[in-house]
């Protein structure tokens, strides 16, 4: 958990905090893994894009935007005991931390209707195909090559906000035989007060009357707290820690 937070502040402090869902622990916890740049990384429904720090900036664009846009990756710095002793060598040095040798883009959520994301990197000023990436595609009509990610279909699942009116309904998606809590700001954050019920194999659920207003939770899975994986309306509480927002109106 130390770790996870020490990155989670750095990552803060070097700028576009939506790129990458700070309060997400998932996220968090999946770059804090990212040794070394590589090709793209579908993780839950988004995908992380990686590039050497040895490039002086490094853009990406998408063919489903036409690319029209262009999302500048961001820097990893890592505190100075995360680093391996490969990722020792050659880096940028602060006072409390280093240049991990990685530039990063996430893109949160892919669209759900796209099964092959296209896409174009700007490197140093020049546009080209993602040279970590092995997956490409010539477009017929421009002969332009395009980098490519094969998605996978994500299954729907639902929020808290699909409970009847005056409820939350929270649901979890975990193997099968396993224990699932929920804890919010409706509890006093008690861990151990509401159980999901394995309602089909690897699908737990809870509905919990509750009145109008705005709730803060999270989950408790094998000893670890939770965001909702599938609701992404994150805040900090005044207690400052990450966790999931549903309102009831």
């Excluded at 699909?162 to 975990?174: E, I, K, S, V």
């Excluded at 009145?211 to 989950?219: D, E």
């Amino acid at each position: 958990m130390k770790k996870i937070i020490i990155l989670m502040l750095l990552i803060v402090s070097i700028g576009n905090i939506e790129a990458i869902d700070t309060e997400s622990y998932q996220y968090i916890s999946h770059l804090l893994n990212i040794r070394l740049p590589g090709a793209p990384d579908v993780f839950e429904d988004g995908v992380i894009f990686t590039a050497p720090s040895t490039y002086r900036r490094v853009g990406i664009s998408f063919a489903h935007e036409g690319f029209k846009k262009v999302y500048w990756f961001e820097k990893m710095l890592k505190a100075k005991d995360e680093l391996t002793p490969k990722e020792e060598k050659s880096k940028i040095e602060t006072d409390r931390y280093r240049d991990s040798g990685i530039l990063f883009y996430v893109l949160k959520t892919a669209p759900p209707e796209i099964r092959e994301l296209e896409y174009r990197l700007v490197i140093d000023g020049l546009w080209t195909t993602d040279p970590l990436n092995p997956q490409y595609r010539i477009d017929q009509n421009s002969g332009i090559v395009r980098s490519m990610v094969v998605m996978p279909e994500f299954k729907k699942v639902p929020t808290a906000f699909d409970g009847p009116p005056g409820t939350l309904t929270f649901n979890y998606q975990a193997p099968s035989g396993e224990t699932v809590t929920v804890a919010g700001s409706f509890n006093g954050w008690d861990p151990f007060m509401y159980e999901l019920r394995e309602t089909k194999p690897g699908s737990y659920s809870l509905t919990l009357p509750l009145p109008p207003g705005t709730y803060h939770y999270v989950f408790f899975h094998r000893g670890e707290r939770i965001l909702d994986p599938y609701n992404h309306n994150r805040v900090y509480t005044i207690e400052g820690i990450a966790a999931t927002e549903a309102v009831i109106r």
